[in-house]
Nanobody, 121 residues
């Protein structure tokens, strides 16, 4: 069984910075892609950023140059550094991880609980 626990987030004024992290625990052989999604009230969930095991990243256009995703392959943790935050970044942020639990299993996507990010103008 694999669990993802997200932490960080909070409230900040526009222009400020916040960090969120997500730790995977349980039976884990390898984590392939980590990703962060967000969902604002009344909006559909959207992909914010993702990072492969080889550290290749991809960010949505609206956060390019402001958000940085990173990962620790030893500790199985993903991070999202958010700078120059805007009110439109306000949302519940979710992490996902594509996890291979054992050598005989394929990858399965797990979701963490959401962590709230609120940016005031």
């Amino acid at each position: 069984q694999v669990q993802l626990v997200a932490s960080g987030g909070g409230s900040v004024q526009a222009g400020g910075s916040l960090d969120v992290s997500c730790a995977a625990s349980g039976t884990i052989l390898r984590v392939n892609t980590w990703a962060w999604y967000r969902q604002a009230p009344g909006q559909t969930r959207e992909l914010v950023a993702q990072i492969t095991r080889d550290q290749v990243t991809d960010d949505r256009d609206s956060v390019k140059g402001r958000f940085t995703i990173s990962r620790d392959n030893v500790m199985n943790i993903a991070y999202l550094r958010m700078n120059s935050l805007k009110p439109e970044d306000t949302a519940l942020y979710y992490c996902t991880a594509d996890v291979q639990a054992t050598a005989t299993e394929g990858y399965r996507t797990y979701w963490g609980q959401g962590t709230q990010v609120t940016v005031s103008s």
